[in-house]
């Protein structure tokens, strides 16, 4: 019969903040990573689909703080990893806010880098052995 103690010493070597940054860079990657494919292709479909759908009602990908909400805005957009980056240098959602929709997709956009960061922290404490 195993141990426990050895099953935690094996889930906390190696670089352990391996999952934590490929999972905010790519949606769904840090599960990939350590072989969780079901939880990286519903997190991966979920956020890309989110994100994909607050571009698609021309919402706002935020580059600069004017006041405390785009600054707290922007912290949520940051949270999409490569594909805030990607949008940034194709200049997709430089918009301005001119409808309603697009407010909306603004939030879509925010709300998928914020899962994105959950995604990343739970493939970390997967990893590290902290959760099963």
Known sequence: ??????????????????????????????????????????????????????????????????????LLSMAGDLGNGILYLVCRAM???ANLVQVTTADWGSRFIVVAGLLNVIAAVDAHNLRTGRKA
């Open 1 to 70: 019969m195993a141990n426990p103690q050895d099953k935690k010493n094996e889930a906390g070597s190696g670089f352990v903040y391996l999952p934590l940054i490929v999972g905010w860079l790519v949606p769904g990657g840090g599960h990939f990573l350590i072989g969780k494919w079901g939880r990286g292709a519903l997190l991966a479909a979920s956020i890309v689909g989110m994100f994909s759908m607050g571009l698609a009602m021309d919402g706002q990908i935020h580059s600069g703080a004017h006041d405390i909400l785009d």
């Open 91 to 93: 200049g997709w959602g």
